[in-house]
């Protein structure tokens, strides 16, 4: 064992608050509690410090995700998307559309945009025709059974 010198310590015995000198095993108390505080210390900071690098890694493999997303076309986006939004809470399949969306060329997003507002302008017009198109089926059908 070496001497308290050594240590960076005092060989004088410590004093309590009140003056009176400390015994051994008072000594051992207090020595065990600094070193209670100082694991605890160290403790605290490995984990903050490995908490840390825990977080950067989940960042940098959630960019690899949409990098690998946007460079695999509709299919990998739509799958990482869902994946992405269904770790996180959120619901799967509106992920998966998102990241569908998202690994699409401007041009064609704007494609399909153009396509359901067109499909929402003519929504009207086809109920029209497809209804026009059962009733002459109807009278189609009618007319051929009384013959």
Known sequence: MRPMSELGLDDRPLRATNGARLDPGELREVAVADLKDSLKD???TLLRAGIGIVLERVEHLAGSFDGIAAAGGAAMGGLFG???AGL???????GALK???GALSPGVRIAILLALVLAILLLPVTVVIILVALIVA???VAAKSRS
């Open 82 to 84: 869902g994946v992405k």
């Open 88 to 94: 996180s809470g959120g619901n799967p399949i509106w």
């Open 99 to 101: 990241g569908a969306l």
């Open 42 to 44: 160290l403790l605290r």
């Open 138 to 140: 109807a009278i189609v």
